[in-house]
């Protein structure tokens, strides 16, 4: 297969997905699995993704699973896509990711969301604190005093200064911190507090003016001395597009059924592909890159230059381990990316 070099890095995105028929054991399996291919096939970072009271999605806790992939994998960045803020204490998240960057130095990152993960009922049932809603404005205060934990920033006649102290050290350091997004607001935040932002365009398809807005926000930080964009696309790459768009089919039963309302295991593709047929839902509206690796090399090429991102990170459901593989390593080798031998 020819291949050139890659303009840009190449990461994933893994929501763990569990295949109708399948369990838990075996969806978290296969993303082990599928992190120490990514990283023999030379992708740069690997990240897990929070979604909570799914029957499909077996990712519930990220900080459980990046140990795990960090000490199954040689080289890659492994981080959350993300950690849902406002579910937790800022301090918890500082332990918990200090932690993480001794166990793996230099390889792990933090990645930040403001959603839920999860419906309200669901986000109301993971407060400790169940006597008053949470209130959904105070994402950039907790952020901030996140970063203060994880740089020792905390003023000294701060309530929690002595805590910055505590945590976890070693030679990982503090983990490289990332912001999640797809709204106005996330960028600005990103931009302001001078962090590396993620777009999820998987999700927001039309978020192109974000990346205009996070650098026109941006401020130099010890953490980002310029802009950090990176933007994660959703990608199946196959023999040809036919195939590609076979495979895409369970994950557009899912989504037709999601807006209803409704949470599935991932149907097989055969299922899918008979439901589609008996109950035509309108085109996914947000951007989908199918096709064989010519294909999907040249959209993404698109999408980044759309965007400006100098990293997009690939994310798919599929009920197929195998396609899973395929579709990450036709991608790797079109691009040209550095296999470990």
Same mark, same amino acid.
Not at 92 to 101: D, I
Not at 148 to 153: H, I
Not at 316 to 338: C, Q
């Given at each position: 297969?020819?291949s050139?070099?890659?303009?840009? /890095?190449?990461?994933?995105l893994?929501q763990?997905?569990?295949?109708?028929?399948?369990?838990a054991?075996?969806?978290?399996?296969?993303t082990?699995?599928?992190?120490r291919?990514?990283?023999?096939?030379g #992708?740069?970072?690997?990240?897990?993704? *929070?979604?909570?009271?799914?029957?499909? =999605? $077996?990712?519930?806790?990220p900080?459980?699973?990046i140990?795990?992939?960090? =000490?199954?994998?040689e080289?890659?960045r492994?981080?959350?896509?993300?950690?849902?803020?406002?579910?937790?204490?800022?301090f918890?998240?500082? *332990?918990?990711?200090?932690?993480?960057?001794a166990?793996?130095p230099?390889?792990? !990152?933090?990645?930040l969301?403001?959603?839920?993960g999860?419906?309200?009922?669901?986000?109301?049932?993971?407060?400790r604190?169940?006597?008053?809603?949470?209130?959904?404005?105070?994402?950039? &205060?907790?952020l901030? &005093?996140l =970063?203060?934990? =994880? !740089?020792?920033?905390?003023?000294?006649?701060?309530?929690?200064?002595?805590?910055q102290?505590?945590l976890?050290?070693?030679?990982?350091?503090?983990p490289?911190?990332?912001?999640?997004?797809?709204s106005?607001?996330?960028?600005?935040?990103?931009?302001?507090?001078?962090?590396? #932002?993620?777009?999820?365009?998987?999700? +927001?398809?039309?978020?192109?003016?974000?990346?205009?807005?996070?650098?026109?926000?941006?401020?130099p930080?010890?953490?980002?001395?310029?802009?950090?964009?990176? @933007?994660?696309?959703?990608t199946i790459?196959a023999?040809?597009?036919? *195939?590609?768009?076979?495979?895409?089919?369970p994950?557009?039963m899912?989504?037709a059924?999601?807006?209803?309302?409704?949470?599935i295991?991932?149907?097989?593709?055969?299922d899918?592909?008979?439901?589609?047929?008996a109950?035509? @839902?309108?085109?996914?509206?947000r951007?989908?890159v199918?096709?064989?690796g010519?294909?999907?090399?040249?959209?993404l &090429?698109?999408?980044a230059?759309l965007y400006? $991102?100098?990293?997009?990170?690939?994310v +798919?459901?599929?009920?197929?381990?195998? $396609?899973? /593989?395929?579709? #990450?390593?036709?991608?790797?080798?079109?691009?040209?990316?550095?296999?470990r031998?």
């Open positions: 297969m020819e050139m070099t890659a303009p840009f /890095r190449l990461s994933v893994d763990s997905p569990i295949a109708a028929g399948a369990t054991a075996t969806a978290l399996a296969n082990l699995d599928l992190a291919t990514a990283d023999a096939l #992708y740069h970072r690997y990240w897990l993704a *929070e979604h909570h009271a799914s029957p499909g =999605l $077996a990712g519930a806790a900080e459980a699973l140990g795990p992939v960090a =000490l199954a994998t080289r890659i492994v981080g959350s896509g993300g950690i849902m803020l406002p579910h937790y204490s800022p918890k998240v500082a *332990e918990t990711f200090r932690l993480l960057g166990l793996a230099g390889r792990i !990152d933090l990645g969301g403001r959603a839920p999860s419906d309200q009922r669901t986000a109301y049932a993971l407060q604190d169940r006597s008053r809603r949470m209130p959904s404005d105070d994402f950039p &205060e907790a901030v &005093e =970063l203060a934990y =994880l !740089d020792r920033g905390l003023p000294a006649d701060h309530a929690f200064a002595p805590l102290e505590t976890p050290g070693g030679t990982g350091g503090s490289d911190v990332w912001l999640l997004g797809s106005p607001d996330s960028a600005r935040w990103a931009g302001e507090l001078g962090l590396p #932002y993620c777009i999820a365009d998987f999700i +927001n398809s039309g978020a192109a003016p974000l990346a205009n807005s996070y650098r026109a926000h941006f401020r930080s010890p953490r980002c001395a310029e802009p950090r964009l990176m @933007v994660a696309v959703w790459a023999t040809d597009r036919a *195939e590609a768009e076979r495979l895409a089919a994950s557009r899912m989504f059924h999601l807006v209803r309302g409704e949470l295991a991932v149907p097989a593709v055969a899918a592909l008979q439901w589609l047929a109950n035509p @839902v309108p085109d996914r509206p951007r989908t199918l096709g064989d010519a294909a999907v090399r040249a959209e &090429e698109e999408v230059a400006g $991102a100098e990293e997009l990170m690939l +798919n459901i599929l009920p197929d381990h195998a $396609a899973r /593989r395929r579709s #990450y390593k036709i991608v790797a080798e079109t691009f040209g990316l550095p296999a031998v």
